[in-house]
């Protein structure tokens, strides 16, 4: 257990195909973690490698988990999706990018 206070953003959206929901957790600006989740697929991008790493390497069967409820896989995402999410909040209600 860490518990420790930190900066982040959530979004959630309620589409009419599928529910989404982001999350970005910032430890300081240069250790941060962003997920995506929709329709059972989850992606993840961080600035630590070593996370990546370990996601990456895995075989893709291992990325995937099915369920009663369906099926559930987790991927690498890019950086340039954490941006895009991001940059909503600079641009919302004058809102200057903090919690």
Known sequence: MINKLCDGKIEF?????????NIYIELDPQHWYYFNYVNGFM????????FLTAISSLKPDKRENKTDKGKY???????????????????????????
Request: hydrophobic content about 25%.
């Open 43 to 50: 992606q993840v991008m961080s600035s630590n490698n070593d």
């Open 73 to 99: 896989t987790f991927n690498v995402s890019t950086s340039n999706k954490k941006t895009i999410f991001l940059r909503k909040f600079s641009t919302d209600s004058g809102d200057s990018g903090g919690n």
């Open 13 to 21: 959206k309620k589409k009419r195909g599928a529910d989404e929901i």
